[in-house]
């Protein structure tokens, strides 16, 4: 976690000025909504390899920081896993027609499985890029760890490797 904290500050500190977010033609202004859907490759050491659908509405509230909700589904060996959740978003750099960002959320997730059937509370750091084909539409890569302090091993954590994408209106 402090890895990721660090690279948000040292990223920040070299992010566009104020001025020239005005002047951007990328679509993360005060008052638009981005509608996104992604997959992801993810494992976890107790549970192996799992497959997640995830899905999520933000507002920006002021320019280049949005909240909303998610919704996320995955498949592993098994076990069928659903959270429900809030997500805030911050997109720390910004160029021409791409954009880097930080997203954070927390979920209420629920496991499955034969004989096992748990709720907790857990949350996801997700470090993404991306790319504008034109004020609309947009797609890239993204890094998301997960991570629930509060559960036994089996329930801790996992690192998700994905691809997005995003619908801005």
Same mark, same amino acid.
């Given at each position: 976690m402090r890895v990721i904290v660090f690279c948000f500050l040292v990223l920040n500190a070299s992010s566009v000025k104020a001025e020239d977010i005005a002047t951007s033609t990328l679509p993360l202004?005060? %008052?638009?909504?981005n509608?996104?859907?992604? *997959?992801s490759l993810g494992y976890n050491e107790h549970r /192996?390899?799992? +497959?997640? !659908?995830?899905?999520?509405?933000?507002?920006f509230v002021v320019d280049r920081f949005s909240l909303g909700v998610t919704?996320?589904? @995955? #498949?592993?060996?098994? +076990?069928?896993?659903?959270?429900? /959740?809030?997500? /805030? *978003? =911050?997109?720390? =750099? $910004? !160029?021409?027609?791409?954009a880097f960002y930080l997203s954070q959320s927390v979920t209420w997730d629920t496991d499955r499985r034969d004989?096992?059937?748990?709720?907790f509370i857990n949350t996801r750091t997700t470090l993404g890029y991306?790319? #504008?084909? @034109?004020? $609309? +539409?947009?797609?890239g890569p993204?890094?998301? =760890?997960?991570?629930?302090?509060n559960q036994t091993a089996y329930e801790k %954590? /996992?690192? #998700?490797v994905g691809y997005g994408l995003s619908v801005f209106f």
């Amino acid at each position: 976690m402090r890895v990721i904290v660090f690279c948000f500050l040292v990223l920040n500190a070299s992010s566009v000025k104020a001025e020239d977010i005005a002047t951007s033609t990328l679509p993360l202004q005060q %008052g638009r909504w981005n509608l996104g859907v992604s *997959t992801s490759l993810g494992y976890n050491e107790h549970r /192996g390899g799992a +497959i997640r !659908l995830e899905a999520d509405l933000q507002y920006f509230v002021v320019d280049r920081f949005s909240l909303g909700v998610t919704a996320a589904t @995955d #498949f592993f060996r098994g +076990i069928d896993n659903n959270s429900f /959740g809030v997500v /805030g *978003t =911050y997109y720390f =750099y $910004t !160029l021409a027609n791409s954009a880097f960002y930080l997203s954070q959320s927390v979920t209420w997730d629920t496991d499955r499985r034969d004989s096992y059937d748990k709720s907790f509370i857990n949350t996801r750091t997700t470090l993404g890029y991306n790319f #504008f084909f @034109d004020e $609309t +539409i947009a797609a890239g890569p993204r890094v998301q =760890y997960e991570w629930n302090p509060n559960q036994t091993a089996y329930e801790k %954590g /996992g690192l #998700f490797v994905g691809y997005g994408l995003s619908v801005f209106f």
